[in-house]
């Protein structure tokens, strides 16, 4: 069994390969691994080092047709974790992210049709339904992008779906919410968060501190893009939904609390454009074919935040 895992350097693909050579997925037992990443500002290779020499690393872009065509033959599983993800960037700059979450998955979809690989999965987020006041998203949805960076992620969700409708490409879609846990670039909200308060600098909480994100532990959303890997349907998306469904400003609170911090370290900033108001999944599609998270809230935000503390080495500016 050999399994291709690009953007297998950032934070949640890294997770992925930890967990796959580890032996933490029985049925990719003693599978060999590839990992293909570009190793942008995101991507790191010191996410692999407790499994360094256990897998075959290809530095690349997965635009990059020629590479792609040399790369992915010969793989039985492809998961398409490579992407430009933060929401503030793709405001500053959208050609970056349409690139790479459109035409990179295209490219990936169009390597592995020709390659034949028998299963391909492409990771993919809530964000691409919009904002919903209340309820939660089913994965029949109305797909309404608010930023660039959801936009090119729907645009790469359709154009994986197009390769299944069209050529039959055995690809299946995954969707989940807010991420978090070990090894997440500190742009995002929980990392940025702790590792400014454990710097002594104030934190950025965005407009009212309203906006509420279900989150789900790494762990967990990685669980279930397995799971997908091995039972999913060609052209068919799952969800993989969290276990808090927090305001930030809630959100911020219990950051606080684990680190001993208090309201003064809290700076109310100016709320970005465009920014979703609330996410939230129904997964049942998925829980139906046997998932259930494992690590709850509180005891996976204790345990990132002290990883982080125990890890400085690895986020402190310069020393990555």
């Given at each position: 069994m050999r399994v291709l895992v690009t953007g297998g350097a950032g934070f949640i693909g890294s997770h992925y390969v930890r967990t796959l050579v580890s032996?933490?997925?029985?049925?990719?037992?003693?599978?060999?691994?590839?990992?293909?990443?570009?190793?942008?500002?995101?991507?790191?290779?010191?996410?692999?080092?407790?499994?360094?020499?256990?897998?075959?690393?290809?530095?690349?872009?997965?635009?990059d047709a020629a590479l792609l065509a040399e790369v992915v033959p010969g793989h039985d599983l492809v998961v398409n974790f490579a992407a430009e993800s933060h929401v503030d960037r793709s405001?500053?700059?959208?050609?970056?992210?349409?690139?790479?979450?459109?035409?990179?998955?295209?490219?990936?979809?169009?390597?592995?049709?020709?390659?034949?690989?028998?299963?391909?999965?492409?990771?993919?987020?809530?964000?691409?339904y919009g904002s919903i006041e209340e309820?939660?998203?089913?994965?029949?949805?109305?797909?309404?992008?608010?930023?660039?960076?959801s936009a090119a992620k729907?645009?790469?969700?359709?154009?994986?779906?197009a390769y299944a409708v069209t050529h039959?490409?055995?690809?299946?879609?995954?969707?989940?919410?807010?991420?978090?846990?070990?090894?997440?670039?500190?742009?995002?909200?929980v990392p940025l968060f702790v590792?400014?308060?454990?710097?002594?600098?104030?934190?950025?909480?965005?407009?009212?501190?309203?906006?509420?994100?279900?989150?789900?532990?790494?762990d967990d959303h990685c669980r279930g893009i397995q799971l997908v890997a091995e039972r999913g349907?060609?052209?068919?998306?799952?969800?993989?939904?969290?276990?808090?469904?927090?305001?930030?400003?809630?959100?911020?609170?219990r950051i606080l609390q684990e680190l001993g911090a208090g309201w003064d370290m809290v700076e109310r900033v100016p709320d970005r454009k465009g920014h979703d108001r609330r996410y939230s999944l129904d997964d049942a599609k998925l829980r139906g074919m046997g998932y259930s998270p494992r690590t709850g809230f509180d005891e996976g935000l204790a345990a990132t935040v002290q990883?982080?503390?125990?890890?400085?080495?690895?986020w402190k500016p310069g020393d990555r």
């Open positions: 032996g933490g997925y029985p049925s990719l037992a003693g599978a060999q691994v590839t990992v293909l990443d570009l190793l942008t500002y995101a991507g790191n290779l010191a996410n692999l080092t407790p499994v360094e020499g256990e897998y075959t690393f290809v530095r690349g872009d997965i635009c405001i500053d700059g959208p050609a970056a992210f349409v690139r790479t979450n459109v035409l990179g998955t295209q490219t990936v979809m169009q390597a592995c049709l020709d390659a034949g690989v028998p299963k391909v999965v492409q990771v993919s987020t809530d964000e691409v309820g939660s998203w089913a994965e029949d949805a109305p797909l309404l992008p608010r930023s660039p960076y729907a645009g790469g969700d359709l154009i994986a779906r039959g490409l055995p690809v299946s879609i995954t969707r989940c919410g807010n991420n978090y846990g070990p090894y997440q670039f500190p742009e995002k909200v590792t400014n308060i454990l710097q002594g600098r104030k934190i950025p909480l965005y407009g009212d501190g309203g906006n509420v994100r279900d989150w789900v532990h790494v349907e060609p052209g068919e998306v799952y969800h993989i939904a969290g276990t808090a469904e927090l305001a930030n400003l809630e959100l911020t609170r990883w982080y503390a125990d890890n400085p080495s690895w």
